[in-house]
């Protein structure tokens, strides 16, 4: 009868555990020593971002009319406001509306290439122009099993290891091996999946993030199974050992 008692207590007390398997990020990773990184990203401008576009020369005055002042605001969503972003609104179709060269199109080119075409542009005025170009507003949004946050991403790029330490991790009670990425390109969203504690999350497609994505850490079993407690297997070992130890008790 003891014996029985322990072997049900024992069960208990490991249902409460998480294996290492659970738990430990990029489990094998001897596989990454002198491995090469093969992955480039470059984040490309879509609808709604925020753009900063610095143009520079040696004789700034002449590169004044292409700069955004209080006499350059063309922001393209309206009145400016304090507290938004100072920047070119890249509108539904994809434009902004720049000094002196009118409307661009920006959407689906990344920064390097609108740097070039500006340049390009400018450089019949200026020879000399130097243009650089900034998303703004890039952010990215964290929910579930882990600190829950908007987080704005001042150097345009973050990857999936990044974004969770920003946030101070998965808790416990999150799956890392099941992380749920949600993007949207052109107006189509698509979904991803990333598992933290493989080394293959370094070759995932995913494994840097776009702007406004969606990155979601969802629950383990035992932490859906606790909002019920009775259903829980920790809920039904314990309700069973209770029963046995009632019998066991009243039967002597």
């Keep these: 009868m003891k014996n029985k008692f322990f072997l049900l207590f024992s069960l208990a007390l490991l249902a409460s555990c998480s294996s290492r398997k659970e738990?430990?990020?990029?489990?094998?990773?001897?596989?990454?020593?002198?491995?090469?990184?093969?992955?480039?990203?470059?984040?490309?401008?879509?609808?709604?971002d925020i753009l900063r576009?610095?143009?520079?020369?040696?004789?700034?005055?002449?590169?004044?009319?292409?700069?955004?002042?209080?006499?350059?605001?063309?922001?393209?969503?309206?009145?400016?406001?304090?507290?938004?972003?100072?920047?070119?609104?890249?509108?539904?179709?994809?434009?902004?509306?720049?000094?002196?060269?009118?409307?661009?199109p920006v959407a689906n080119k990344s920064r390097s290439e609108l740097e070039a075409f500006l340049t390009k542009e400018i450089k019949a005025y200026v020879t000399d122009a130097v243009v650089a170009v900034r998303i703004i507003n890039f952010k990215v949004i964290v929910l579930g099993e882990t600190g829950q946050s908007v987080v704005q991403v001042e150097n345009e790029r973050i990857s999936v290891p990044e974004l969770l330490a920003t946030v101070g991790g998965i808790s416990y009670d999150g799956k890392r091996d099941n992380i749920l990425i949600i993007r949207e390109v052109d107006g189509v969203k698509s979904i991803g999946r990333v598992d933290m504690t493989s080394t293959d999350v370094f070759s995932n497609p995913?494994?840097?993030?776009?702007?406004?994505?969606i990155v979601y850490v969802e629950p383990t079993l035992r932490k859906v199974k606790s909002a019920g407690w009775v259903t829980s297997p920790m809920g039904l070992i314990s309700i069973g050992t209770t029963i046995f130890g009632l019998i066991a008790l009243f039967t002597r």
């Design 53 to 104: 576009v610095d143009v520079s020369s040696l004789n700034d005055e002449v590169v004044e009319p292409f700069r955004m002042n209080s006499g350059n605001q063309q922001s393209g969503g309206g009145g400016s406001q304090s507290q938004a972003p100072q920047g070119y609104l890249v509108d539904i179709d994809g434009d902004i509306q720049f000094p002196v060269l009118g409307k661009i």
């Design 23 to 48: 738990i430990v990020y990029f489990q094998g990773a001897e596989k990454l020593d002198n491995m090469k990184t093969l992955m480039k990203f470059e984040p490309v401008i879509e609808v709604n």
């Design 206 to 213: 995913f494994y840097y993030l776009k702007q406004n994505d």
